[in-house]
């Protein structure tokens, strides 16, 4: 079965990513880590045992001795497969060969990125499929609306609004806003628009301004303070997944022309589309691409890629 839903669709049409009485093959296709999250929270953990896997250490052996060898005393776990994108070519093979034996367990593949695995497992082997699209452009309020749901947050239509305005539209950054949103005022329903966006200018100015020197090439004082960061995992997750949306901005910026009145960060988007050299753009998005999963994924080497970062900028 497959089924493809934008996000607050999802949540209205299926109960859980993985359904108790069903067992099997499930895989789950979502753009966004945060989204993902979200769903993968929903899923019944109180009659089946899961095991949190990341798709990078899977082996074959692995798979062999702890999925398909049971023992008498096997308390029967199913698992959770987080950055499946991550997984070896053998263990792609060896799962999209049907060599898995998944007659009495749930085995849940979580994907962002591989579209063309997710969709050749889909079309070979049974089992449970979902996609989560990315809302389009001028569905902000939609997304806004459904994360403020899932955090059972209250939203007028004016600090709707002004949340939209002032926040980068990402999932990570709109769920940071509500969540420092709801602890500074509490029932948002009841906040002062003006006041939530003078609290949002305040919160955001870092982010922007980062992405400013970076647009200006000032690599000394940006990179230094990603490097400043390397402890931070939250906060360069949501920044690393911040810029992948600014810098995708800055290759195609023709959504501006669409828009009634531009912002300030529009012009900016603009005028460093004009700056910079498209695939120099590409490459830095692969860079902050690889720095959210390893901000998602608390590892240690990451500062060490912070720091060779900082001195490639510096030197180049």
Known sequence: MYSNFYPWDFVKNVKSVVDDKITGLYALM???AFIEKILLNKIDKSKTKYTILSGAELTVDWLENNVNTMDLFSENESYIVILADQMNKKVKEFIGEGKLDLSSRHFLLCFNTD????????KNLEG????VDPPRF???QKLLQFLA???NIRLNYQSLQVILEKTPNTPGDLLRSLKNLSLEFGD??????SAIESFLDSAYLDQFALAKQWGDKDWK???MKLLELSHDYDSLRSFSNFMQGHLLKVVDPSYVAKKSRATKYDDQIVNQSRMWDK???LKEIDFFTDLEILSKTKDIKIKNVLRNYYLQKISG
């Open 30 to 32: 979502c753009y966004d």
């Open 221 to 223: 004082k940006f990179s």
């Open 115 to 122: 579209t063309k695995y997710f969709d050749s497992l889909k």
């Open 279 to 281: 695939e120099e753009v």
């Open 188 to 193: 948002l329903s009841k906040a002062s628009p």
């Open 128 to 131: 449970q499929y979902y996609k």
């Open 138 to 140: 001028w569905e902000g």
């Open 149 to 151: 749901n899932e955090m």
